[in-house]
C-alpha cells in the first residue's frame, strides 16, 4: 500500500527530476524497504527476459494487485499495494525503459 | 569409331559386358547406400550413448552452476564475477534465448534438446525454475575427447570394408548365375558348330576341286553361266567353313609367324572373290603400296577373307571395293549398305548379324577381333549408313 502511494507522490513531486523515471519513481522509492534494484531481481526472477520484465512492470503499474505483485507477502502487507499510475502511455514506458537500463544485467557481469 | 584392341573383350560379348556393367553398377550402388545408412544408424546410436554416459556428470555441474547463480544473484551488482569451474564452461540465457553471459568455445547453441554434440564440445542444456539474473536456461559445456568416435570410425571402416567385400563376392555370384543362361546358350551354338563343321570338310573339298578341274572352254555358255554359280555357292560356303573351322579347332594351333607380302597377298585373296563380286557387278579399286607384315599367314588370311568378304557381302549392285595399302595400315572400302553408329561397337560380337538377308552365322568380325587383338593390330571401322564402311587395319 505504501509502496503504490509512494509511487504516487513520486510521479506528484518529479517536475524537478531529471528524466521519467527519476521524476517518477525515485524520490518514492526511497522510502521503501526494499531498494529498486531489489524489486528489479526480483521481477527478473519472475520474467526473466527485457520483453517480459518490462510489461509485467507495465501492468503491475496500470493495474496494482497483491496478486500479481512481484515482491513478497510480507513487504506488500508491510507496504501496501501502489495506487494505480497516472503517468501518461510515453511517460510509463519511458520510465520503464531508463529503469530497465539502468538496472539490467546485460554487459555487468564480468 | 576406334576399337579396343584389349583381349579380355574376347572373354565376353559386348551385350554380356553391358549387362554386367549395369547390374554391378546398380549392385554397388545398393550395397554402398545400405552400408552408408547402417553406418550413419551406427554412429547416431553410439553418439546417444555416449552423451548419455556424460549425462549425469554434466546434470551434477548444472546444478553446482544454479546454486552459484543463485548466490551471484543475491549479491548483484555488488559482486559481478560470473562463477568459473576448472571442469566446464558455461553460458546463461534468458527466456528469450538472449544471451546474459557466456564463457562457451562453441557459440551455437541449441535450445531444442537436452544434451547434444557441438563440434568438438558437449552442450547440456537446463532450464530453471526462477530466473537467477534473468536467467531460464543454462548451457554446460564440456571438451570431448573425441576417443569414441576414434573408435566408431574403426569398426565403421573396418565392418564396412568387410560387409562391401562380402556383399561384391556375393555379387559375382549373382552376376554368375545371371549370365548363366546366356553363357549356356553359347556353348550351345559352339558345340554344334563344331560337330557340323567336321562333316563338311570332304563334300566341300569335292565339289571345289571338281569345279577347278572342269573344262569350261568346251561348256555352252548356259552351263558355264550354271557353273559359275555353282562356284560362287561353293566358294561362300568354303569361307564360312573356314571360318567355323578356325574358331572351333584351328585358334588353338601353334602360330606360324612369317613375313608376308601384304599387297601379293591381297590380290590374291581379291582374285578368289572375283567372282563373287562378279555376281554383283562390282568392280575392285586397289591402290597398293608394298607392305610387309609379320604373323600366321593363315590368321592373316581370314582377316582380309572376312573383310573382303563383308565388303562384297554388304554392298550395293554396282558398286565398288577399294583397297588402299601402305607400309602399317591396310583401309577395306566399300560403297555398301554401312552400319549405324550405334551398332558399330557391336560388330566384332560373335552371332551379331546386322543384315538377316545375309546368310552367315556373324562369326566372321568377331574372328578378325580375336586375331587383330592378338598381334596387337588397331582395327578402327568407319561407317555412316548408306555410303558405306571403312574397316582400317594399322600395325
Avoid at chain 2, 613375313?259 to 562390282?282: C, G, M, W
Avoid at chain 2, 595399302?325 to 551379331?352: A, C, H, M, N, T
Amino acid at each position: 500500500m505504501v509502496k503504490k502511494i509512494l509511487i504516487v507522490i513520486c510521479l506528484g513531486s518529479s517536475i524537478y527530476a531529471e528524466d521519467a523515471f527519476e521524476r517518477n519513481c525515485v524520490a518514492c522509492h526511497q522510502e521503501l524497504p526494499a531498494s529498486l534494484q531489489e524489486m528489479f531481481k526480483r521481477y527478473l526472477l519472475v520474467y526473466s527476459s527485457e520483453t517480459n520484465v518490462k510489461a509485467g512492470i507495465k501492468h503491475y503499474l496500470k493495474y496494482p494487485s497483491k496478486d500479481i505483485s512481484a515482491m513478497s507477502d510480507l513487504f506488500v502487507d508491510t507496504t501496501g499495494i501502489k495506487k494505480k499510475t497516472t503517468l501518461s502511455q510515453k511517460e510509463l514506458d519511458q520510465a520503464i525503459d531508463i529503469y530497465w537500463e539502468k538496472y539490467k544485467v546485460f554487459g555487468k557481469l564480468k | 569409331m576406334l576399337v579396343s584392341k584389349s583381349r579380355a573383350t574376347n572373354s565376353l560379348l559386348g551385350s554380356e559386358k553391358k549387362s554386367l556393367l549395369r547390374f554391378f553398377a546398380l549392385y554397388v550402388a545398393m550395397v554402398t547406400l545400405l552400408i552408408i545408412v547402417i553406418s550413419s544408424y551406427y554412429y547416431q546410436t553410439q553418439e546417444k550413448l555416449m552423451l548419455s554416459n556424460q549425462r549425469a556428470t554434466l546434470f551434477k555441474y548444472a546444478y553446482i552452476h544454479a546454486k552459484r547463480l543463485k548466490v551471484l544473484h543475491h549479491f548483484f551488482d555488488e559482486r559481478t564475477d560470473y562463477p568459473r569451474d576448472p571442469r566446464f564452461k558455461s553460458a546463461i540465457y534468458d527466456i528469450e534465448h538472449m544471451p546474459i553471459f557466456s564463457i562457451l568455445e562453441e557459440k551455437n547453441v541449441r535450445f531444442d534438446e537436452e544434451i547434444t554434440m557441438v563440434g568438438d564440445h558437449i552442450h547440456f542444456l537446463k532450464s530453471l525454475d526462477d530466473f537467477y539474473l534473468g536467467t531460464k536456461y543454462i548451457i554446460i559445456e564440456v571438451e570431448d575427447d573425441g576417443l569414441w568416435r576414434e573408435l566408431i570410425w574403426k569398426n565403421i571402416i573396418g565392418y564396412g570394408l568387410f560387409s562391401f567385400f562380402f556383399f561384391m563376392l556375393f555379387g559375382l555370384y549373382l552376376a554368375k548365375l545371371f549370365l548363366k543362361p546366356m553363357r549356356d546358350s553359347i556353348v550351345l551354338l559352339d558345340r554344334f558348330i563344331k560337330d557340323t563343321t567336321h562333316e563338311l570338310n570332304t563334300p566341300l573339298s569335292a565339289i571345289l576341286a571338281n569345279i577347278e578341274m572342269m573344262d569350261t572352254e568346251v561348256m555352252v555358255e548356259k552351263n558355264r553361266t550354271k557353273l559359275n554359280r555353282i562356284n560362287i555357292a561353293a566358294k561362300t560356303v568354303s569361307t564360312l567353313y573356314k571360318d567355323l573351322t578356325y574358331l572351333t579347332l584351328e585358334q588353338e594351333k601353334e602360330n606360324e609367324n612369317e613375313h608376308i607380302d601384304v599387297k601379293a597377298l591381297i590380290e590374291d585373296r581379291a582374285e578368289y572373290f572375283t567372282i563373287l563380286a562378279q555376281s554383283k557387278k562390282l568392280t575392285y579399286e586397289f591402290d597398293l603400296a608394298p607392305a610387309m607384315i609379320f604373323m600366321d599367314k593363315r590368321k592373316f588370311t581370314r582377316v582380309i577373307d572376312n573383310l573382303i568378304s563383308n565388303a562384297i557381302k554388304y554392298n550395293k549392285r554396282n558398286g565398288i571395293v577399294g583397297f588402299n595399302l601402305v607400309q602399317g595400315e591396310l583401309v577395306i572400302w566399300d560403297r555398301g549398305i554401312g552400319i549405324k553408329e550405334s551398332k558399330i561397337p557391336l560388330i566384332f560380337d560373335r552371332y551379331i548379324r546386322f543384315n538377316k538377308s545375309e546368310g552367315g552365322f556373324g562369326v566372321g568380325l568377331s574372328i578378325v577381333k580375336k586375331i587383330v587383338d592378338e598381334y596387337n593390330i588397331h582395327i578402327e571401322v568407319l561407317s555412316k549408313v548408306d555410303e558405306g564402311t571403312r574397316m582400317i587395319l594399322k600395325w
